[in-house]
């Protein structure tokens, strides 16, 4: 069976379902491809800063999220070794762009809110690719159930082992040589946490947990395993018990013991932590032809920052606004595959910078933040903690821009 696409979007996760959303506001079709068999919500949450609202907000769904979760009011950091606290900062302070805001999102209800903006029919699910050819100007996809798609537009949204961007010639993301465990607690009756975003550095390991809503807190622990740590991910219980074994042996909080105590674990019980390098983003193929890619499949990164879902949610709407653009011109403006190349171009230059920043900047706050040097650890706790959160919010005092050109 073959079929003929204007726009295939490869993913249906943030970065797919935000481009085929702000297309469809901008009215431009897509079919999104996605090889599960539903809607997938591996991490359960994640941090979500100003820069990520402001695309939510252009996507017009950003008011239904906030909704639901609540806003953090404080950063506090403090120091595993000594349990002093090494940094507290207003997270509703004024940046250049207005004032912070940042929610702890559960990324089942983000996905759900994207979806049903979107019209019947727009994901197609279980379809996986398995190659991609070219004929002509026109991509051609083979798909696992042997149905074949021809799209005018490719863009990949499909993650860090991302086909698109194989077949784009993307270096392969690279291991940070870091773990990360996550976690949520439930709480039916309501917990008595502030709406406060709790993180603990040092001690060979990086830390936190941020109350979603009353009734939810959602956790992380990232850590270098070593030959010692054999086997603490085979099961839910013993990964549990490896977080708060770590935990216990430093100065951290009772109560932030409880939250991890009680809480599920992800199906994925320790993901090992993969970024693309950014000296090769920053000559790499983000986009050729009628071909780009967004999201993880661009730009994996550390979670350090809590900034990958957000740029996410930044691609999918330039990405919308650059296409939608081009699409919606007539024709006397020129062949389609020549707008459709420009905009795509337009796209990756807006993306690339913005791209090697997080990256690079993730990477480096992970390493300063988890070690364990004695240098490094003094230099962080006495000099650089405040450094680093005020780093934090530079990097989410970002506009993306609307779907308006």
Known sequence: MEAAEDVVI?????????????????????????????????????TTWKNAFRALDALGVGDKIRRQHLQAQTLRVMASSTGEIAQEVDLTQQGKRGPNE???????????????????????????????????????????????????????????????????????????????????????????FDPKFLQFIGNGFRSGMLPCNE????????????????????????????????????????????????????????????????????????AR???????????????????????????????????????LLPAAKGKDEERVEAALREYAWIRRWRSVELVATAYAVGFIQQSDSAVVSFLRDRFLSGVLARRLLKMADYDCGTLAN
């Not at 100007?137 to 490719?154: C, E, F, T, Y």
């Not at 939810?216 to 991910?233: A, C, L, M, Q, R």
């Not at 990164?301 to 990405?319: F, K, R, Y």
Request: glycine share 10%; hydrophobic share 45%; net charge neutral.
């Open 215 to 286: 009734n939810e807190i959602y956790w992380f622990f990232t850590w270098t395993p070593s030959e010692n740590d054999k086997g603490v991910d085979e099961s839910a219980a013993k990964m549990k018990q490896f977080v708060l074994s770590k935990l216990r042996g430093s100065k951290v909080p009772a109560e932030a013991l409880a939250v991890i105590d009680r809480s599920e674990m992800s199906d994925v019980l320790a993901a090992p932590l993969r970024f693309r390098s950014p000296l090769s983003l920053a000559t790499a193929s983000i």
């Open 102 to 192: 940042i929610r702890c999102v559960r990324r089942d209800l983000l996905l759900q809110a994207l979806e049903e903006e979107l019209p019947r029919g727009t994901i197609r699910y279980s379809s996986r690719i398995v190659s991609i050819e070219e004929d002509g100007g026109v991509k051609v996809l083979q798909l696992a159930d042997s149905s074949v798609i021809r799209a005018k537009v490719l863009v990949g949204c499909d993650g860090i082992n991302s086909v698109v961007a194989k077949w784009l010639g993307l270096a392969t993301p690279s291991y940070s040589g870091r773990s990360a465990a996550r976690g949520f607690a439930h709480y039916p009756d309501g917990h008595c």
């Open 289 to 327: 032809g009628n071909v780009c890619v967004a999201g993880d499949a661009l730009h994996p990164m550390t979670p350090d920052l809590g900034q990958g879902g957000c740029s996410a949610l930044e691609d999918g709407v330039v990405l919308a606004r650059c296409l939608g653009d081009a699409l």
């Open 10 to 46: 490869v993913g249906a996760g943030l970065a797919g379902l935000a481009a085929a959303l702000g297309l469809h506001r901008k009215g431009v079709s897509s079919l999104v491809l996605e090889s599960s068999p539903s809607l997938r919500a591996s991490g359960f949450a994640f």
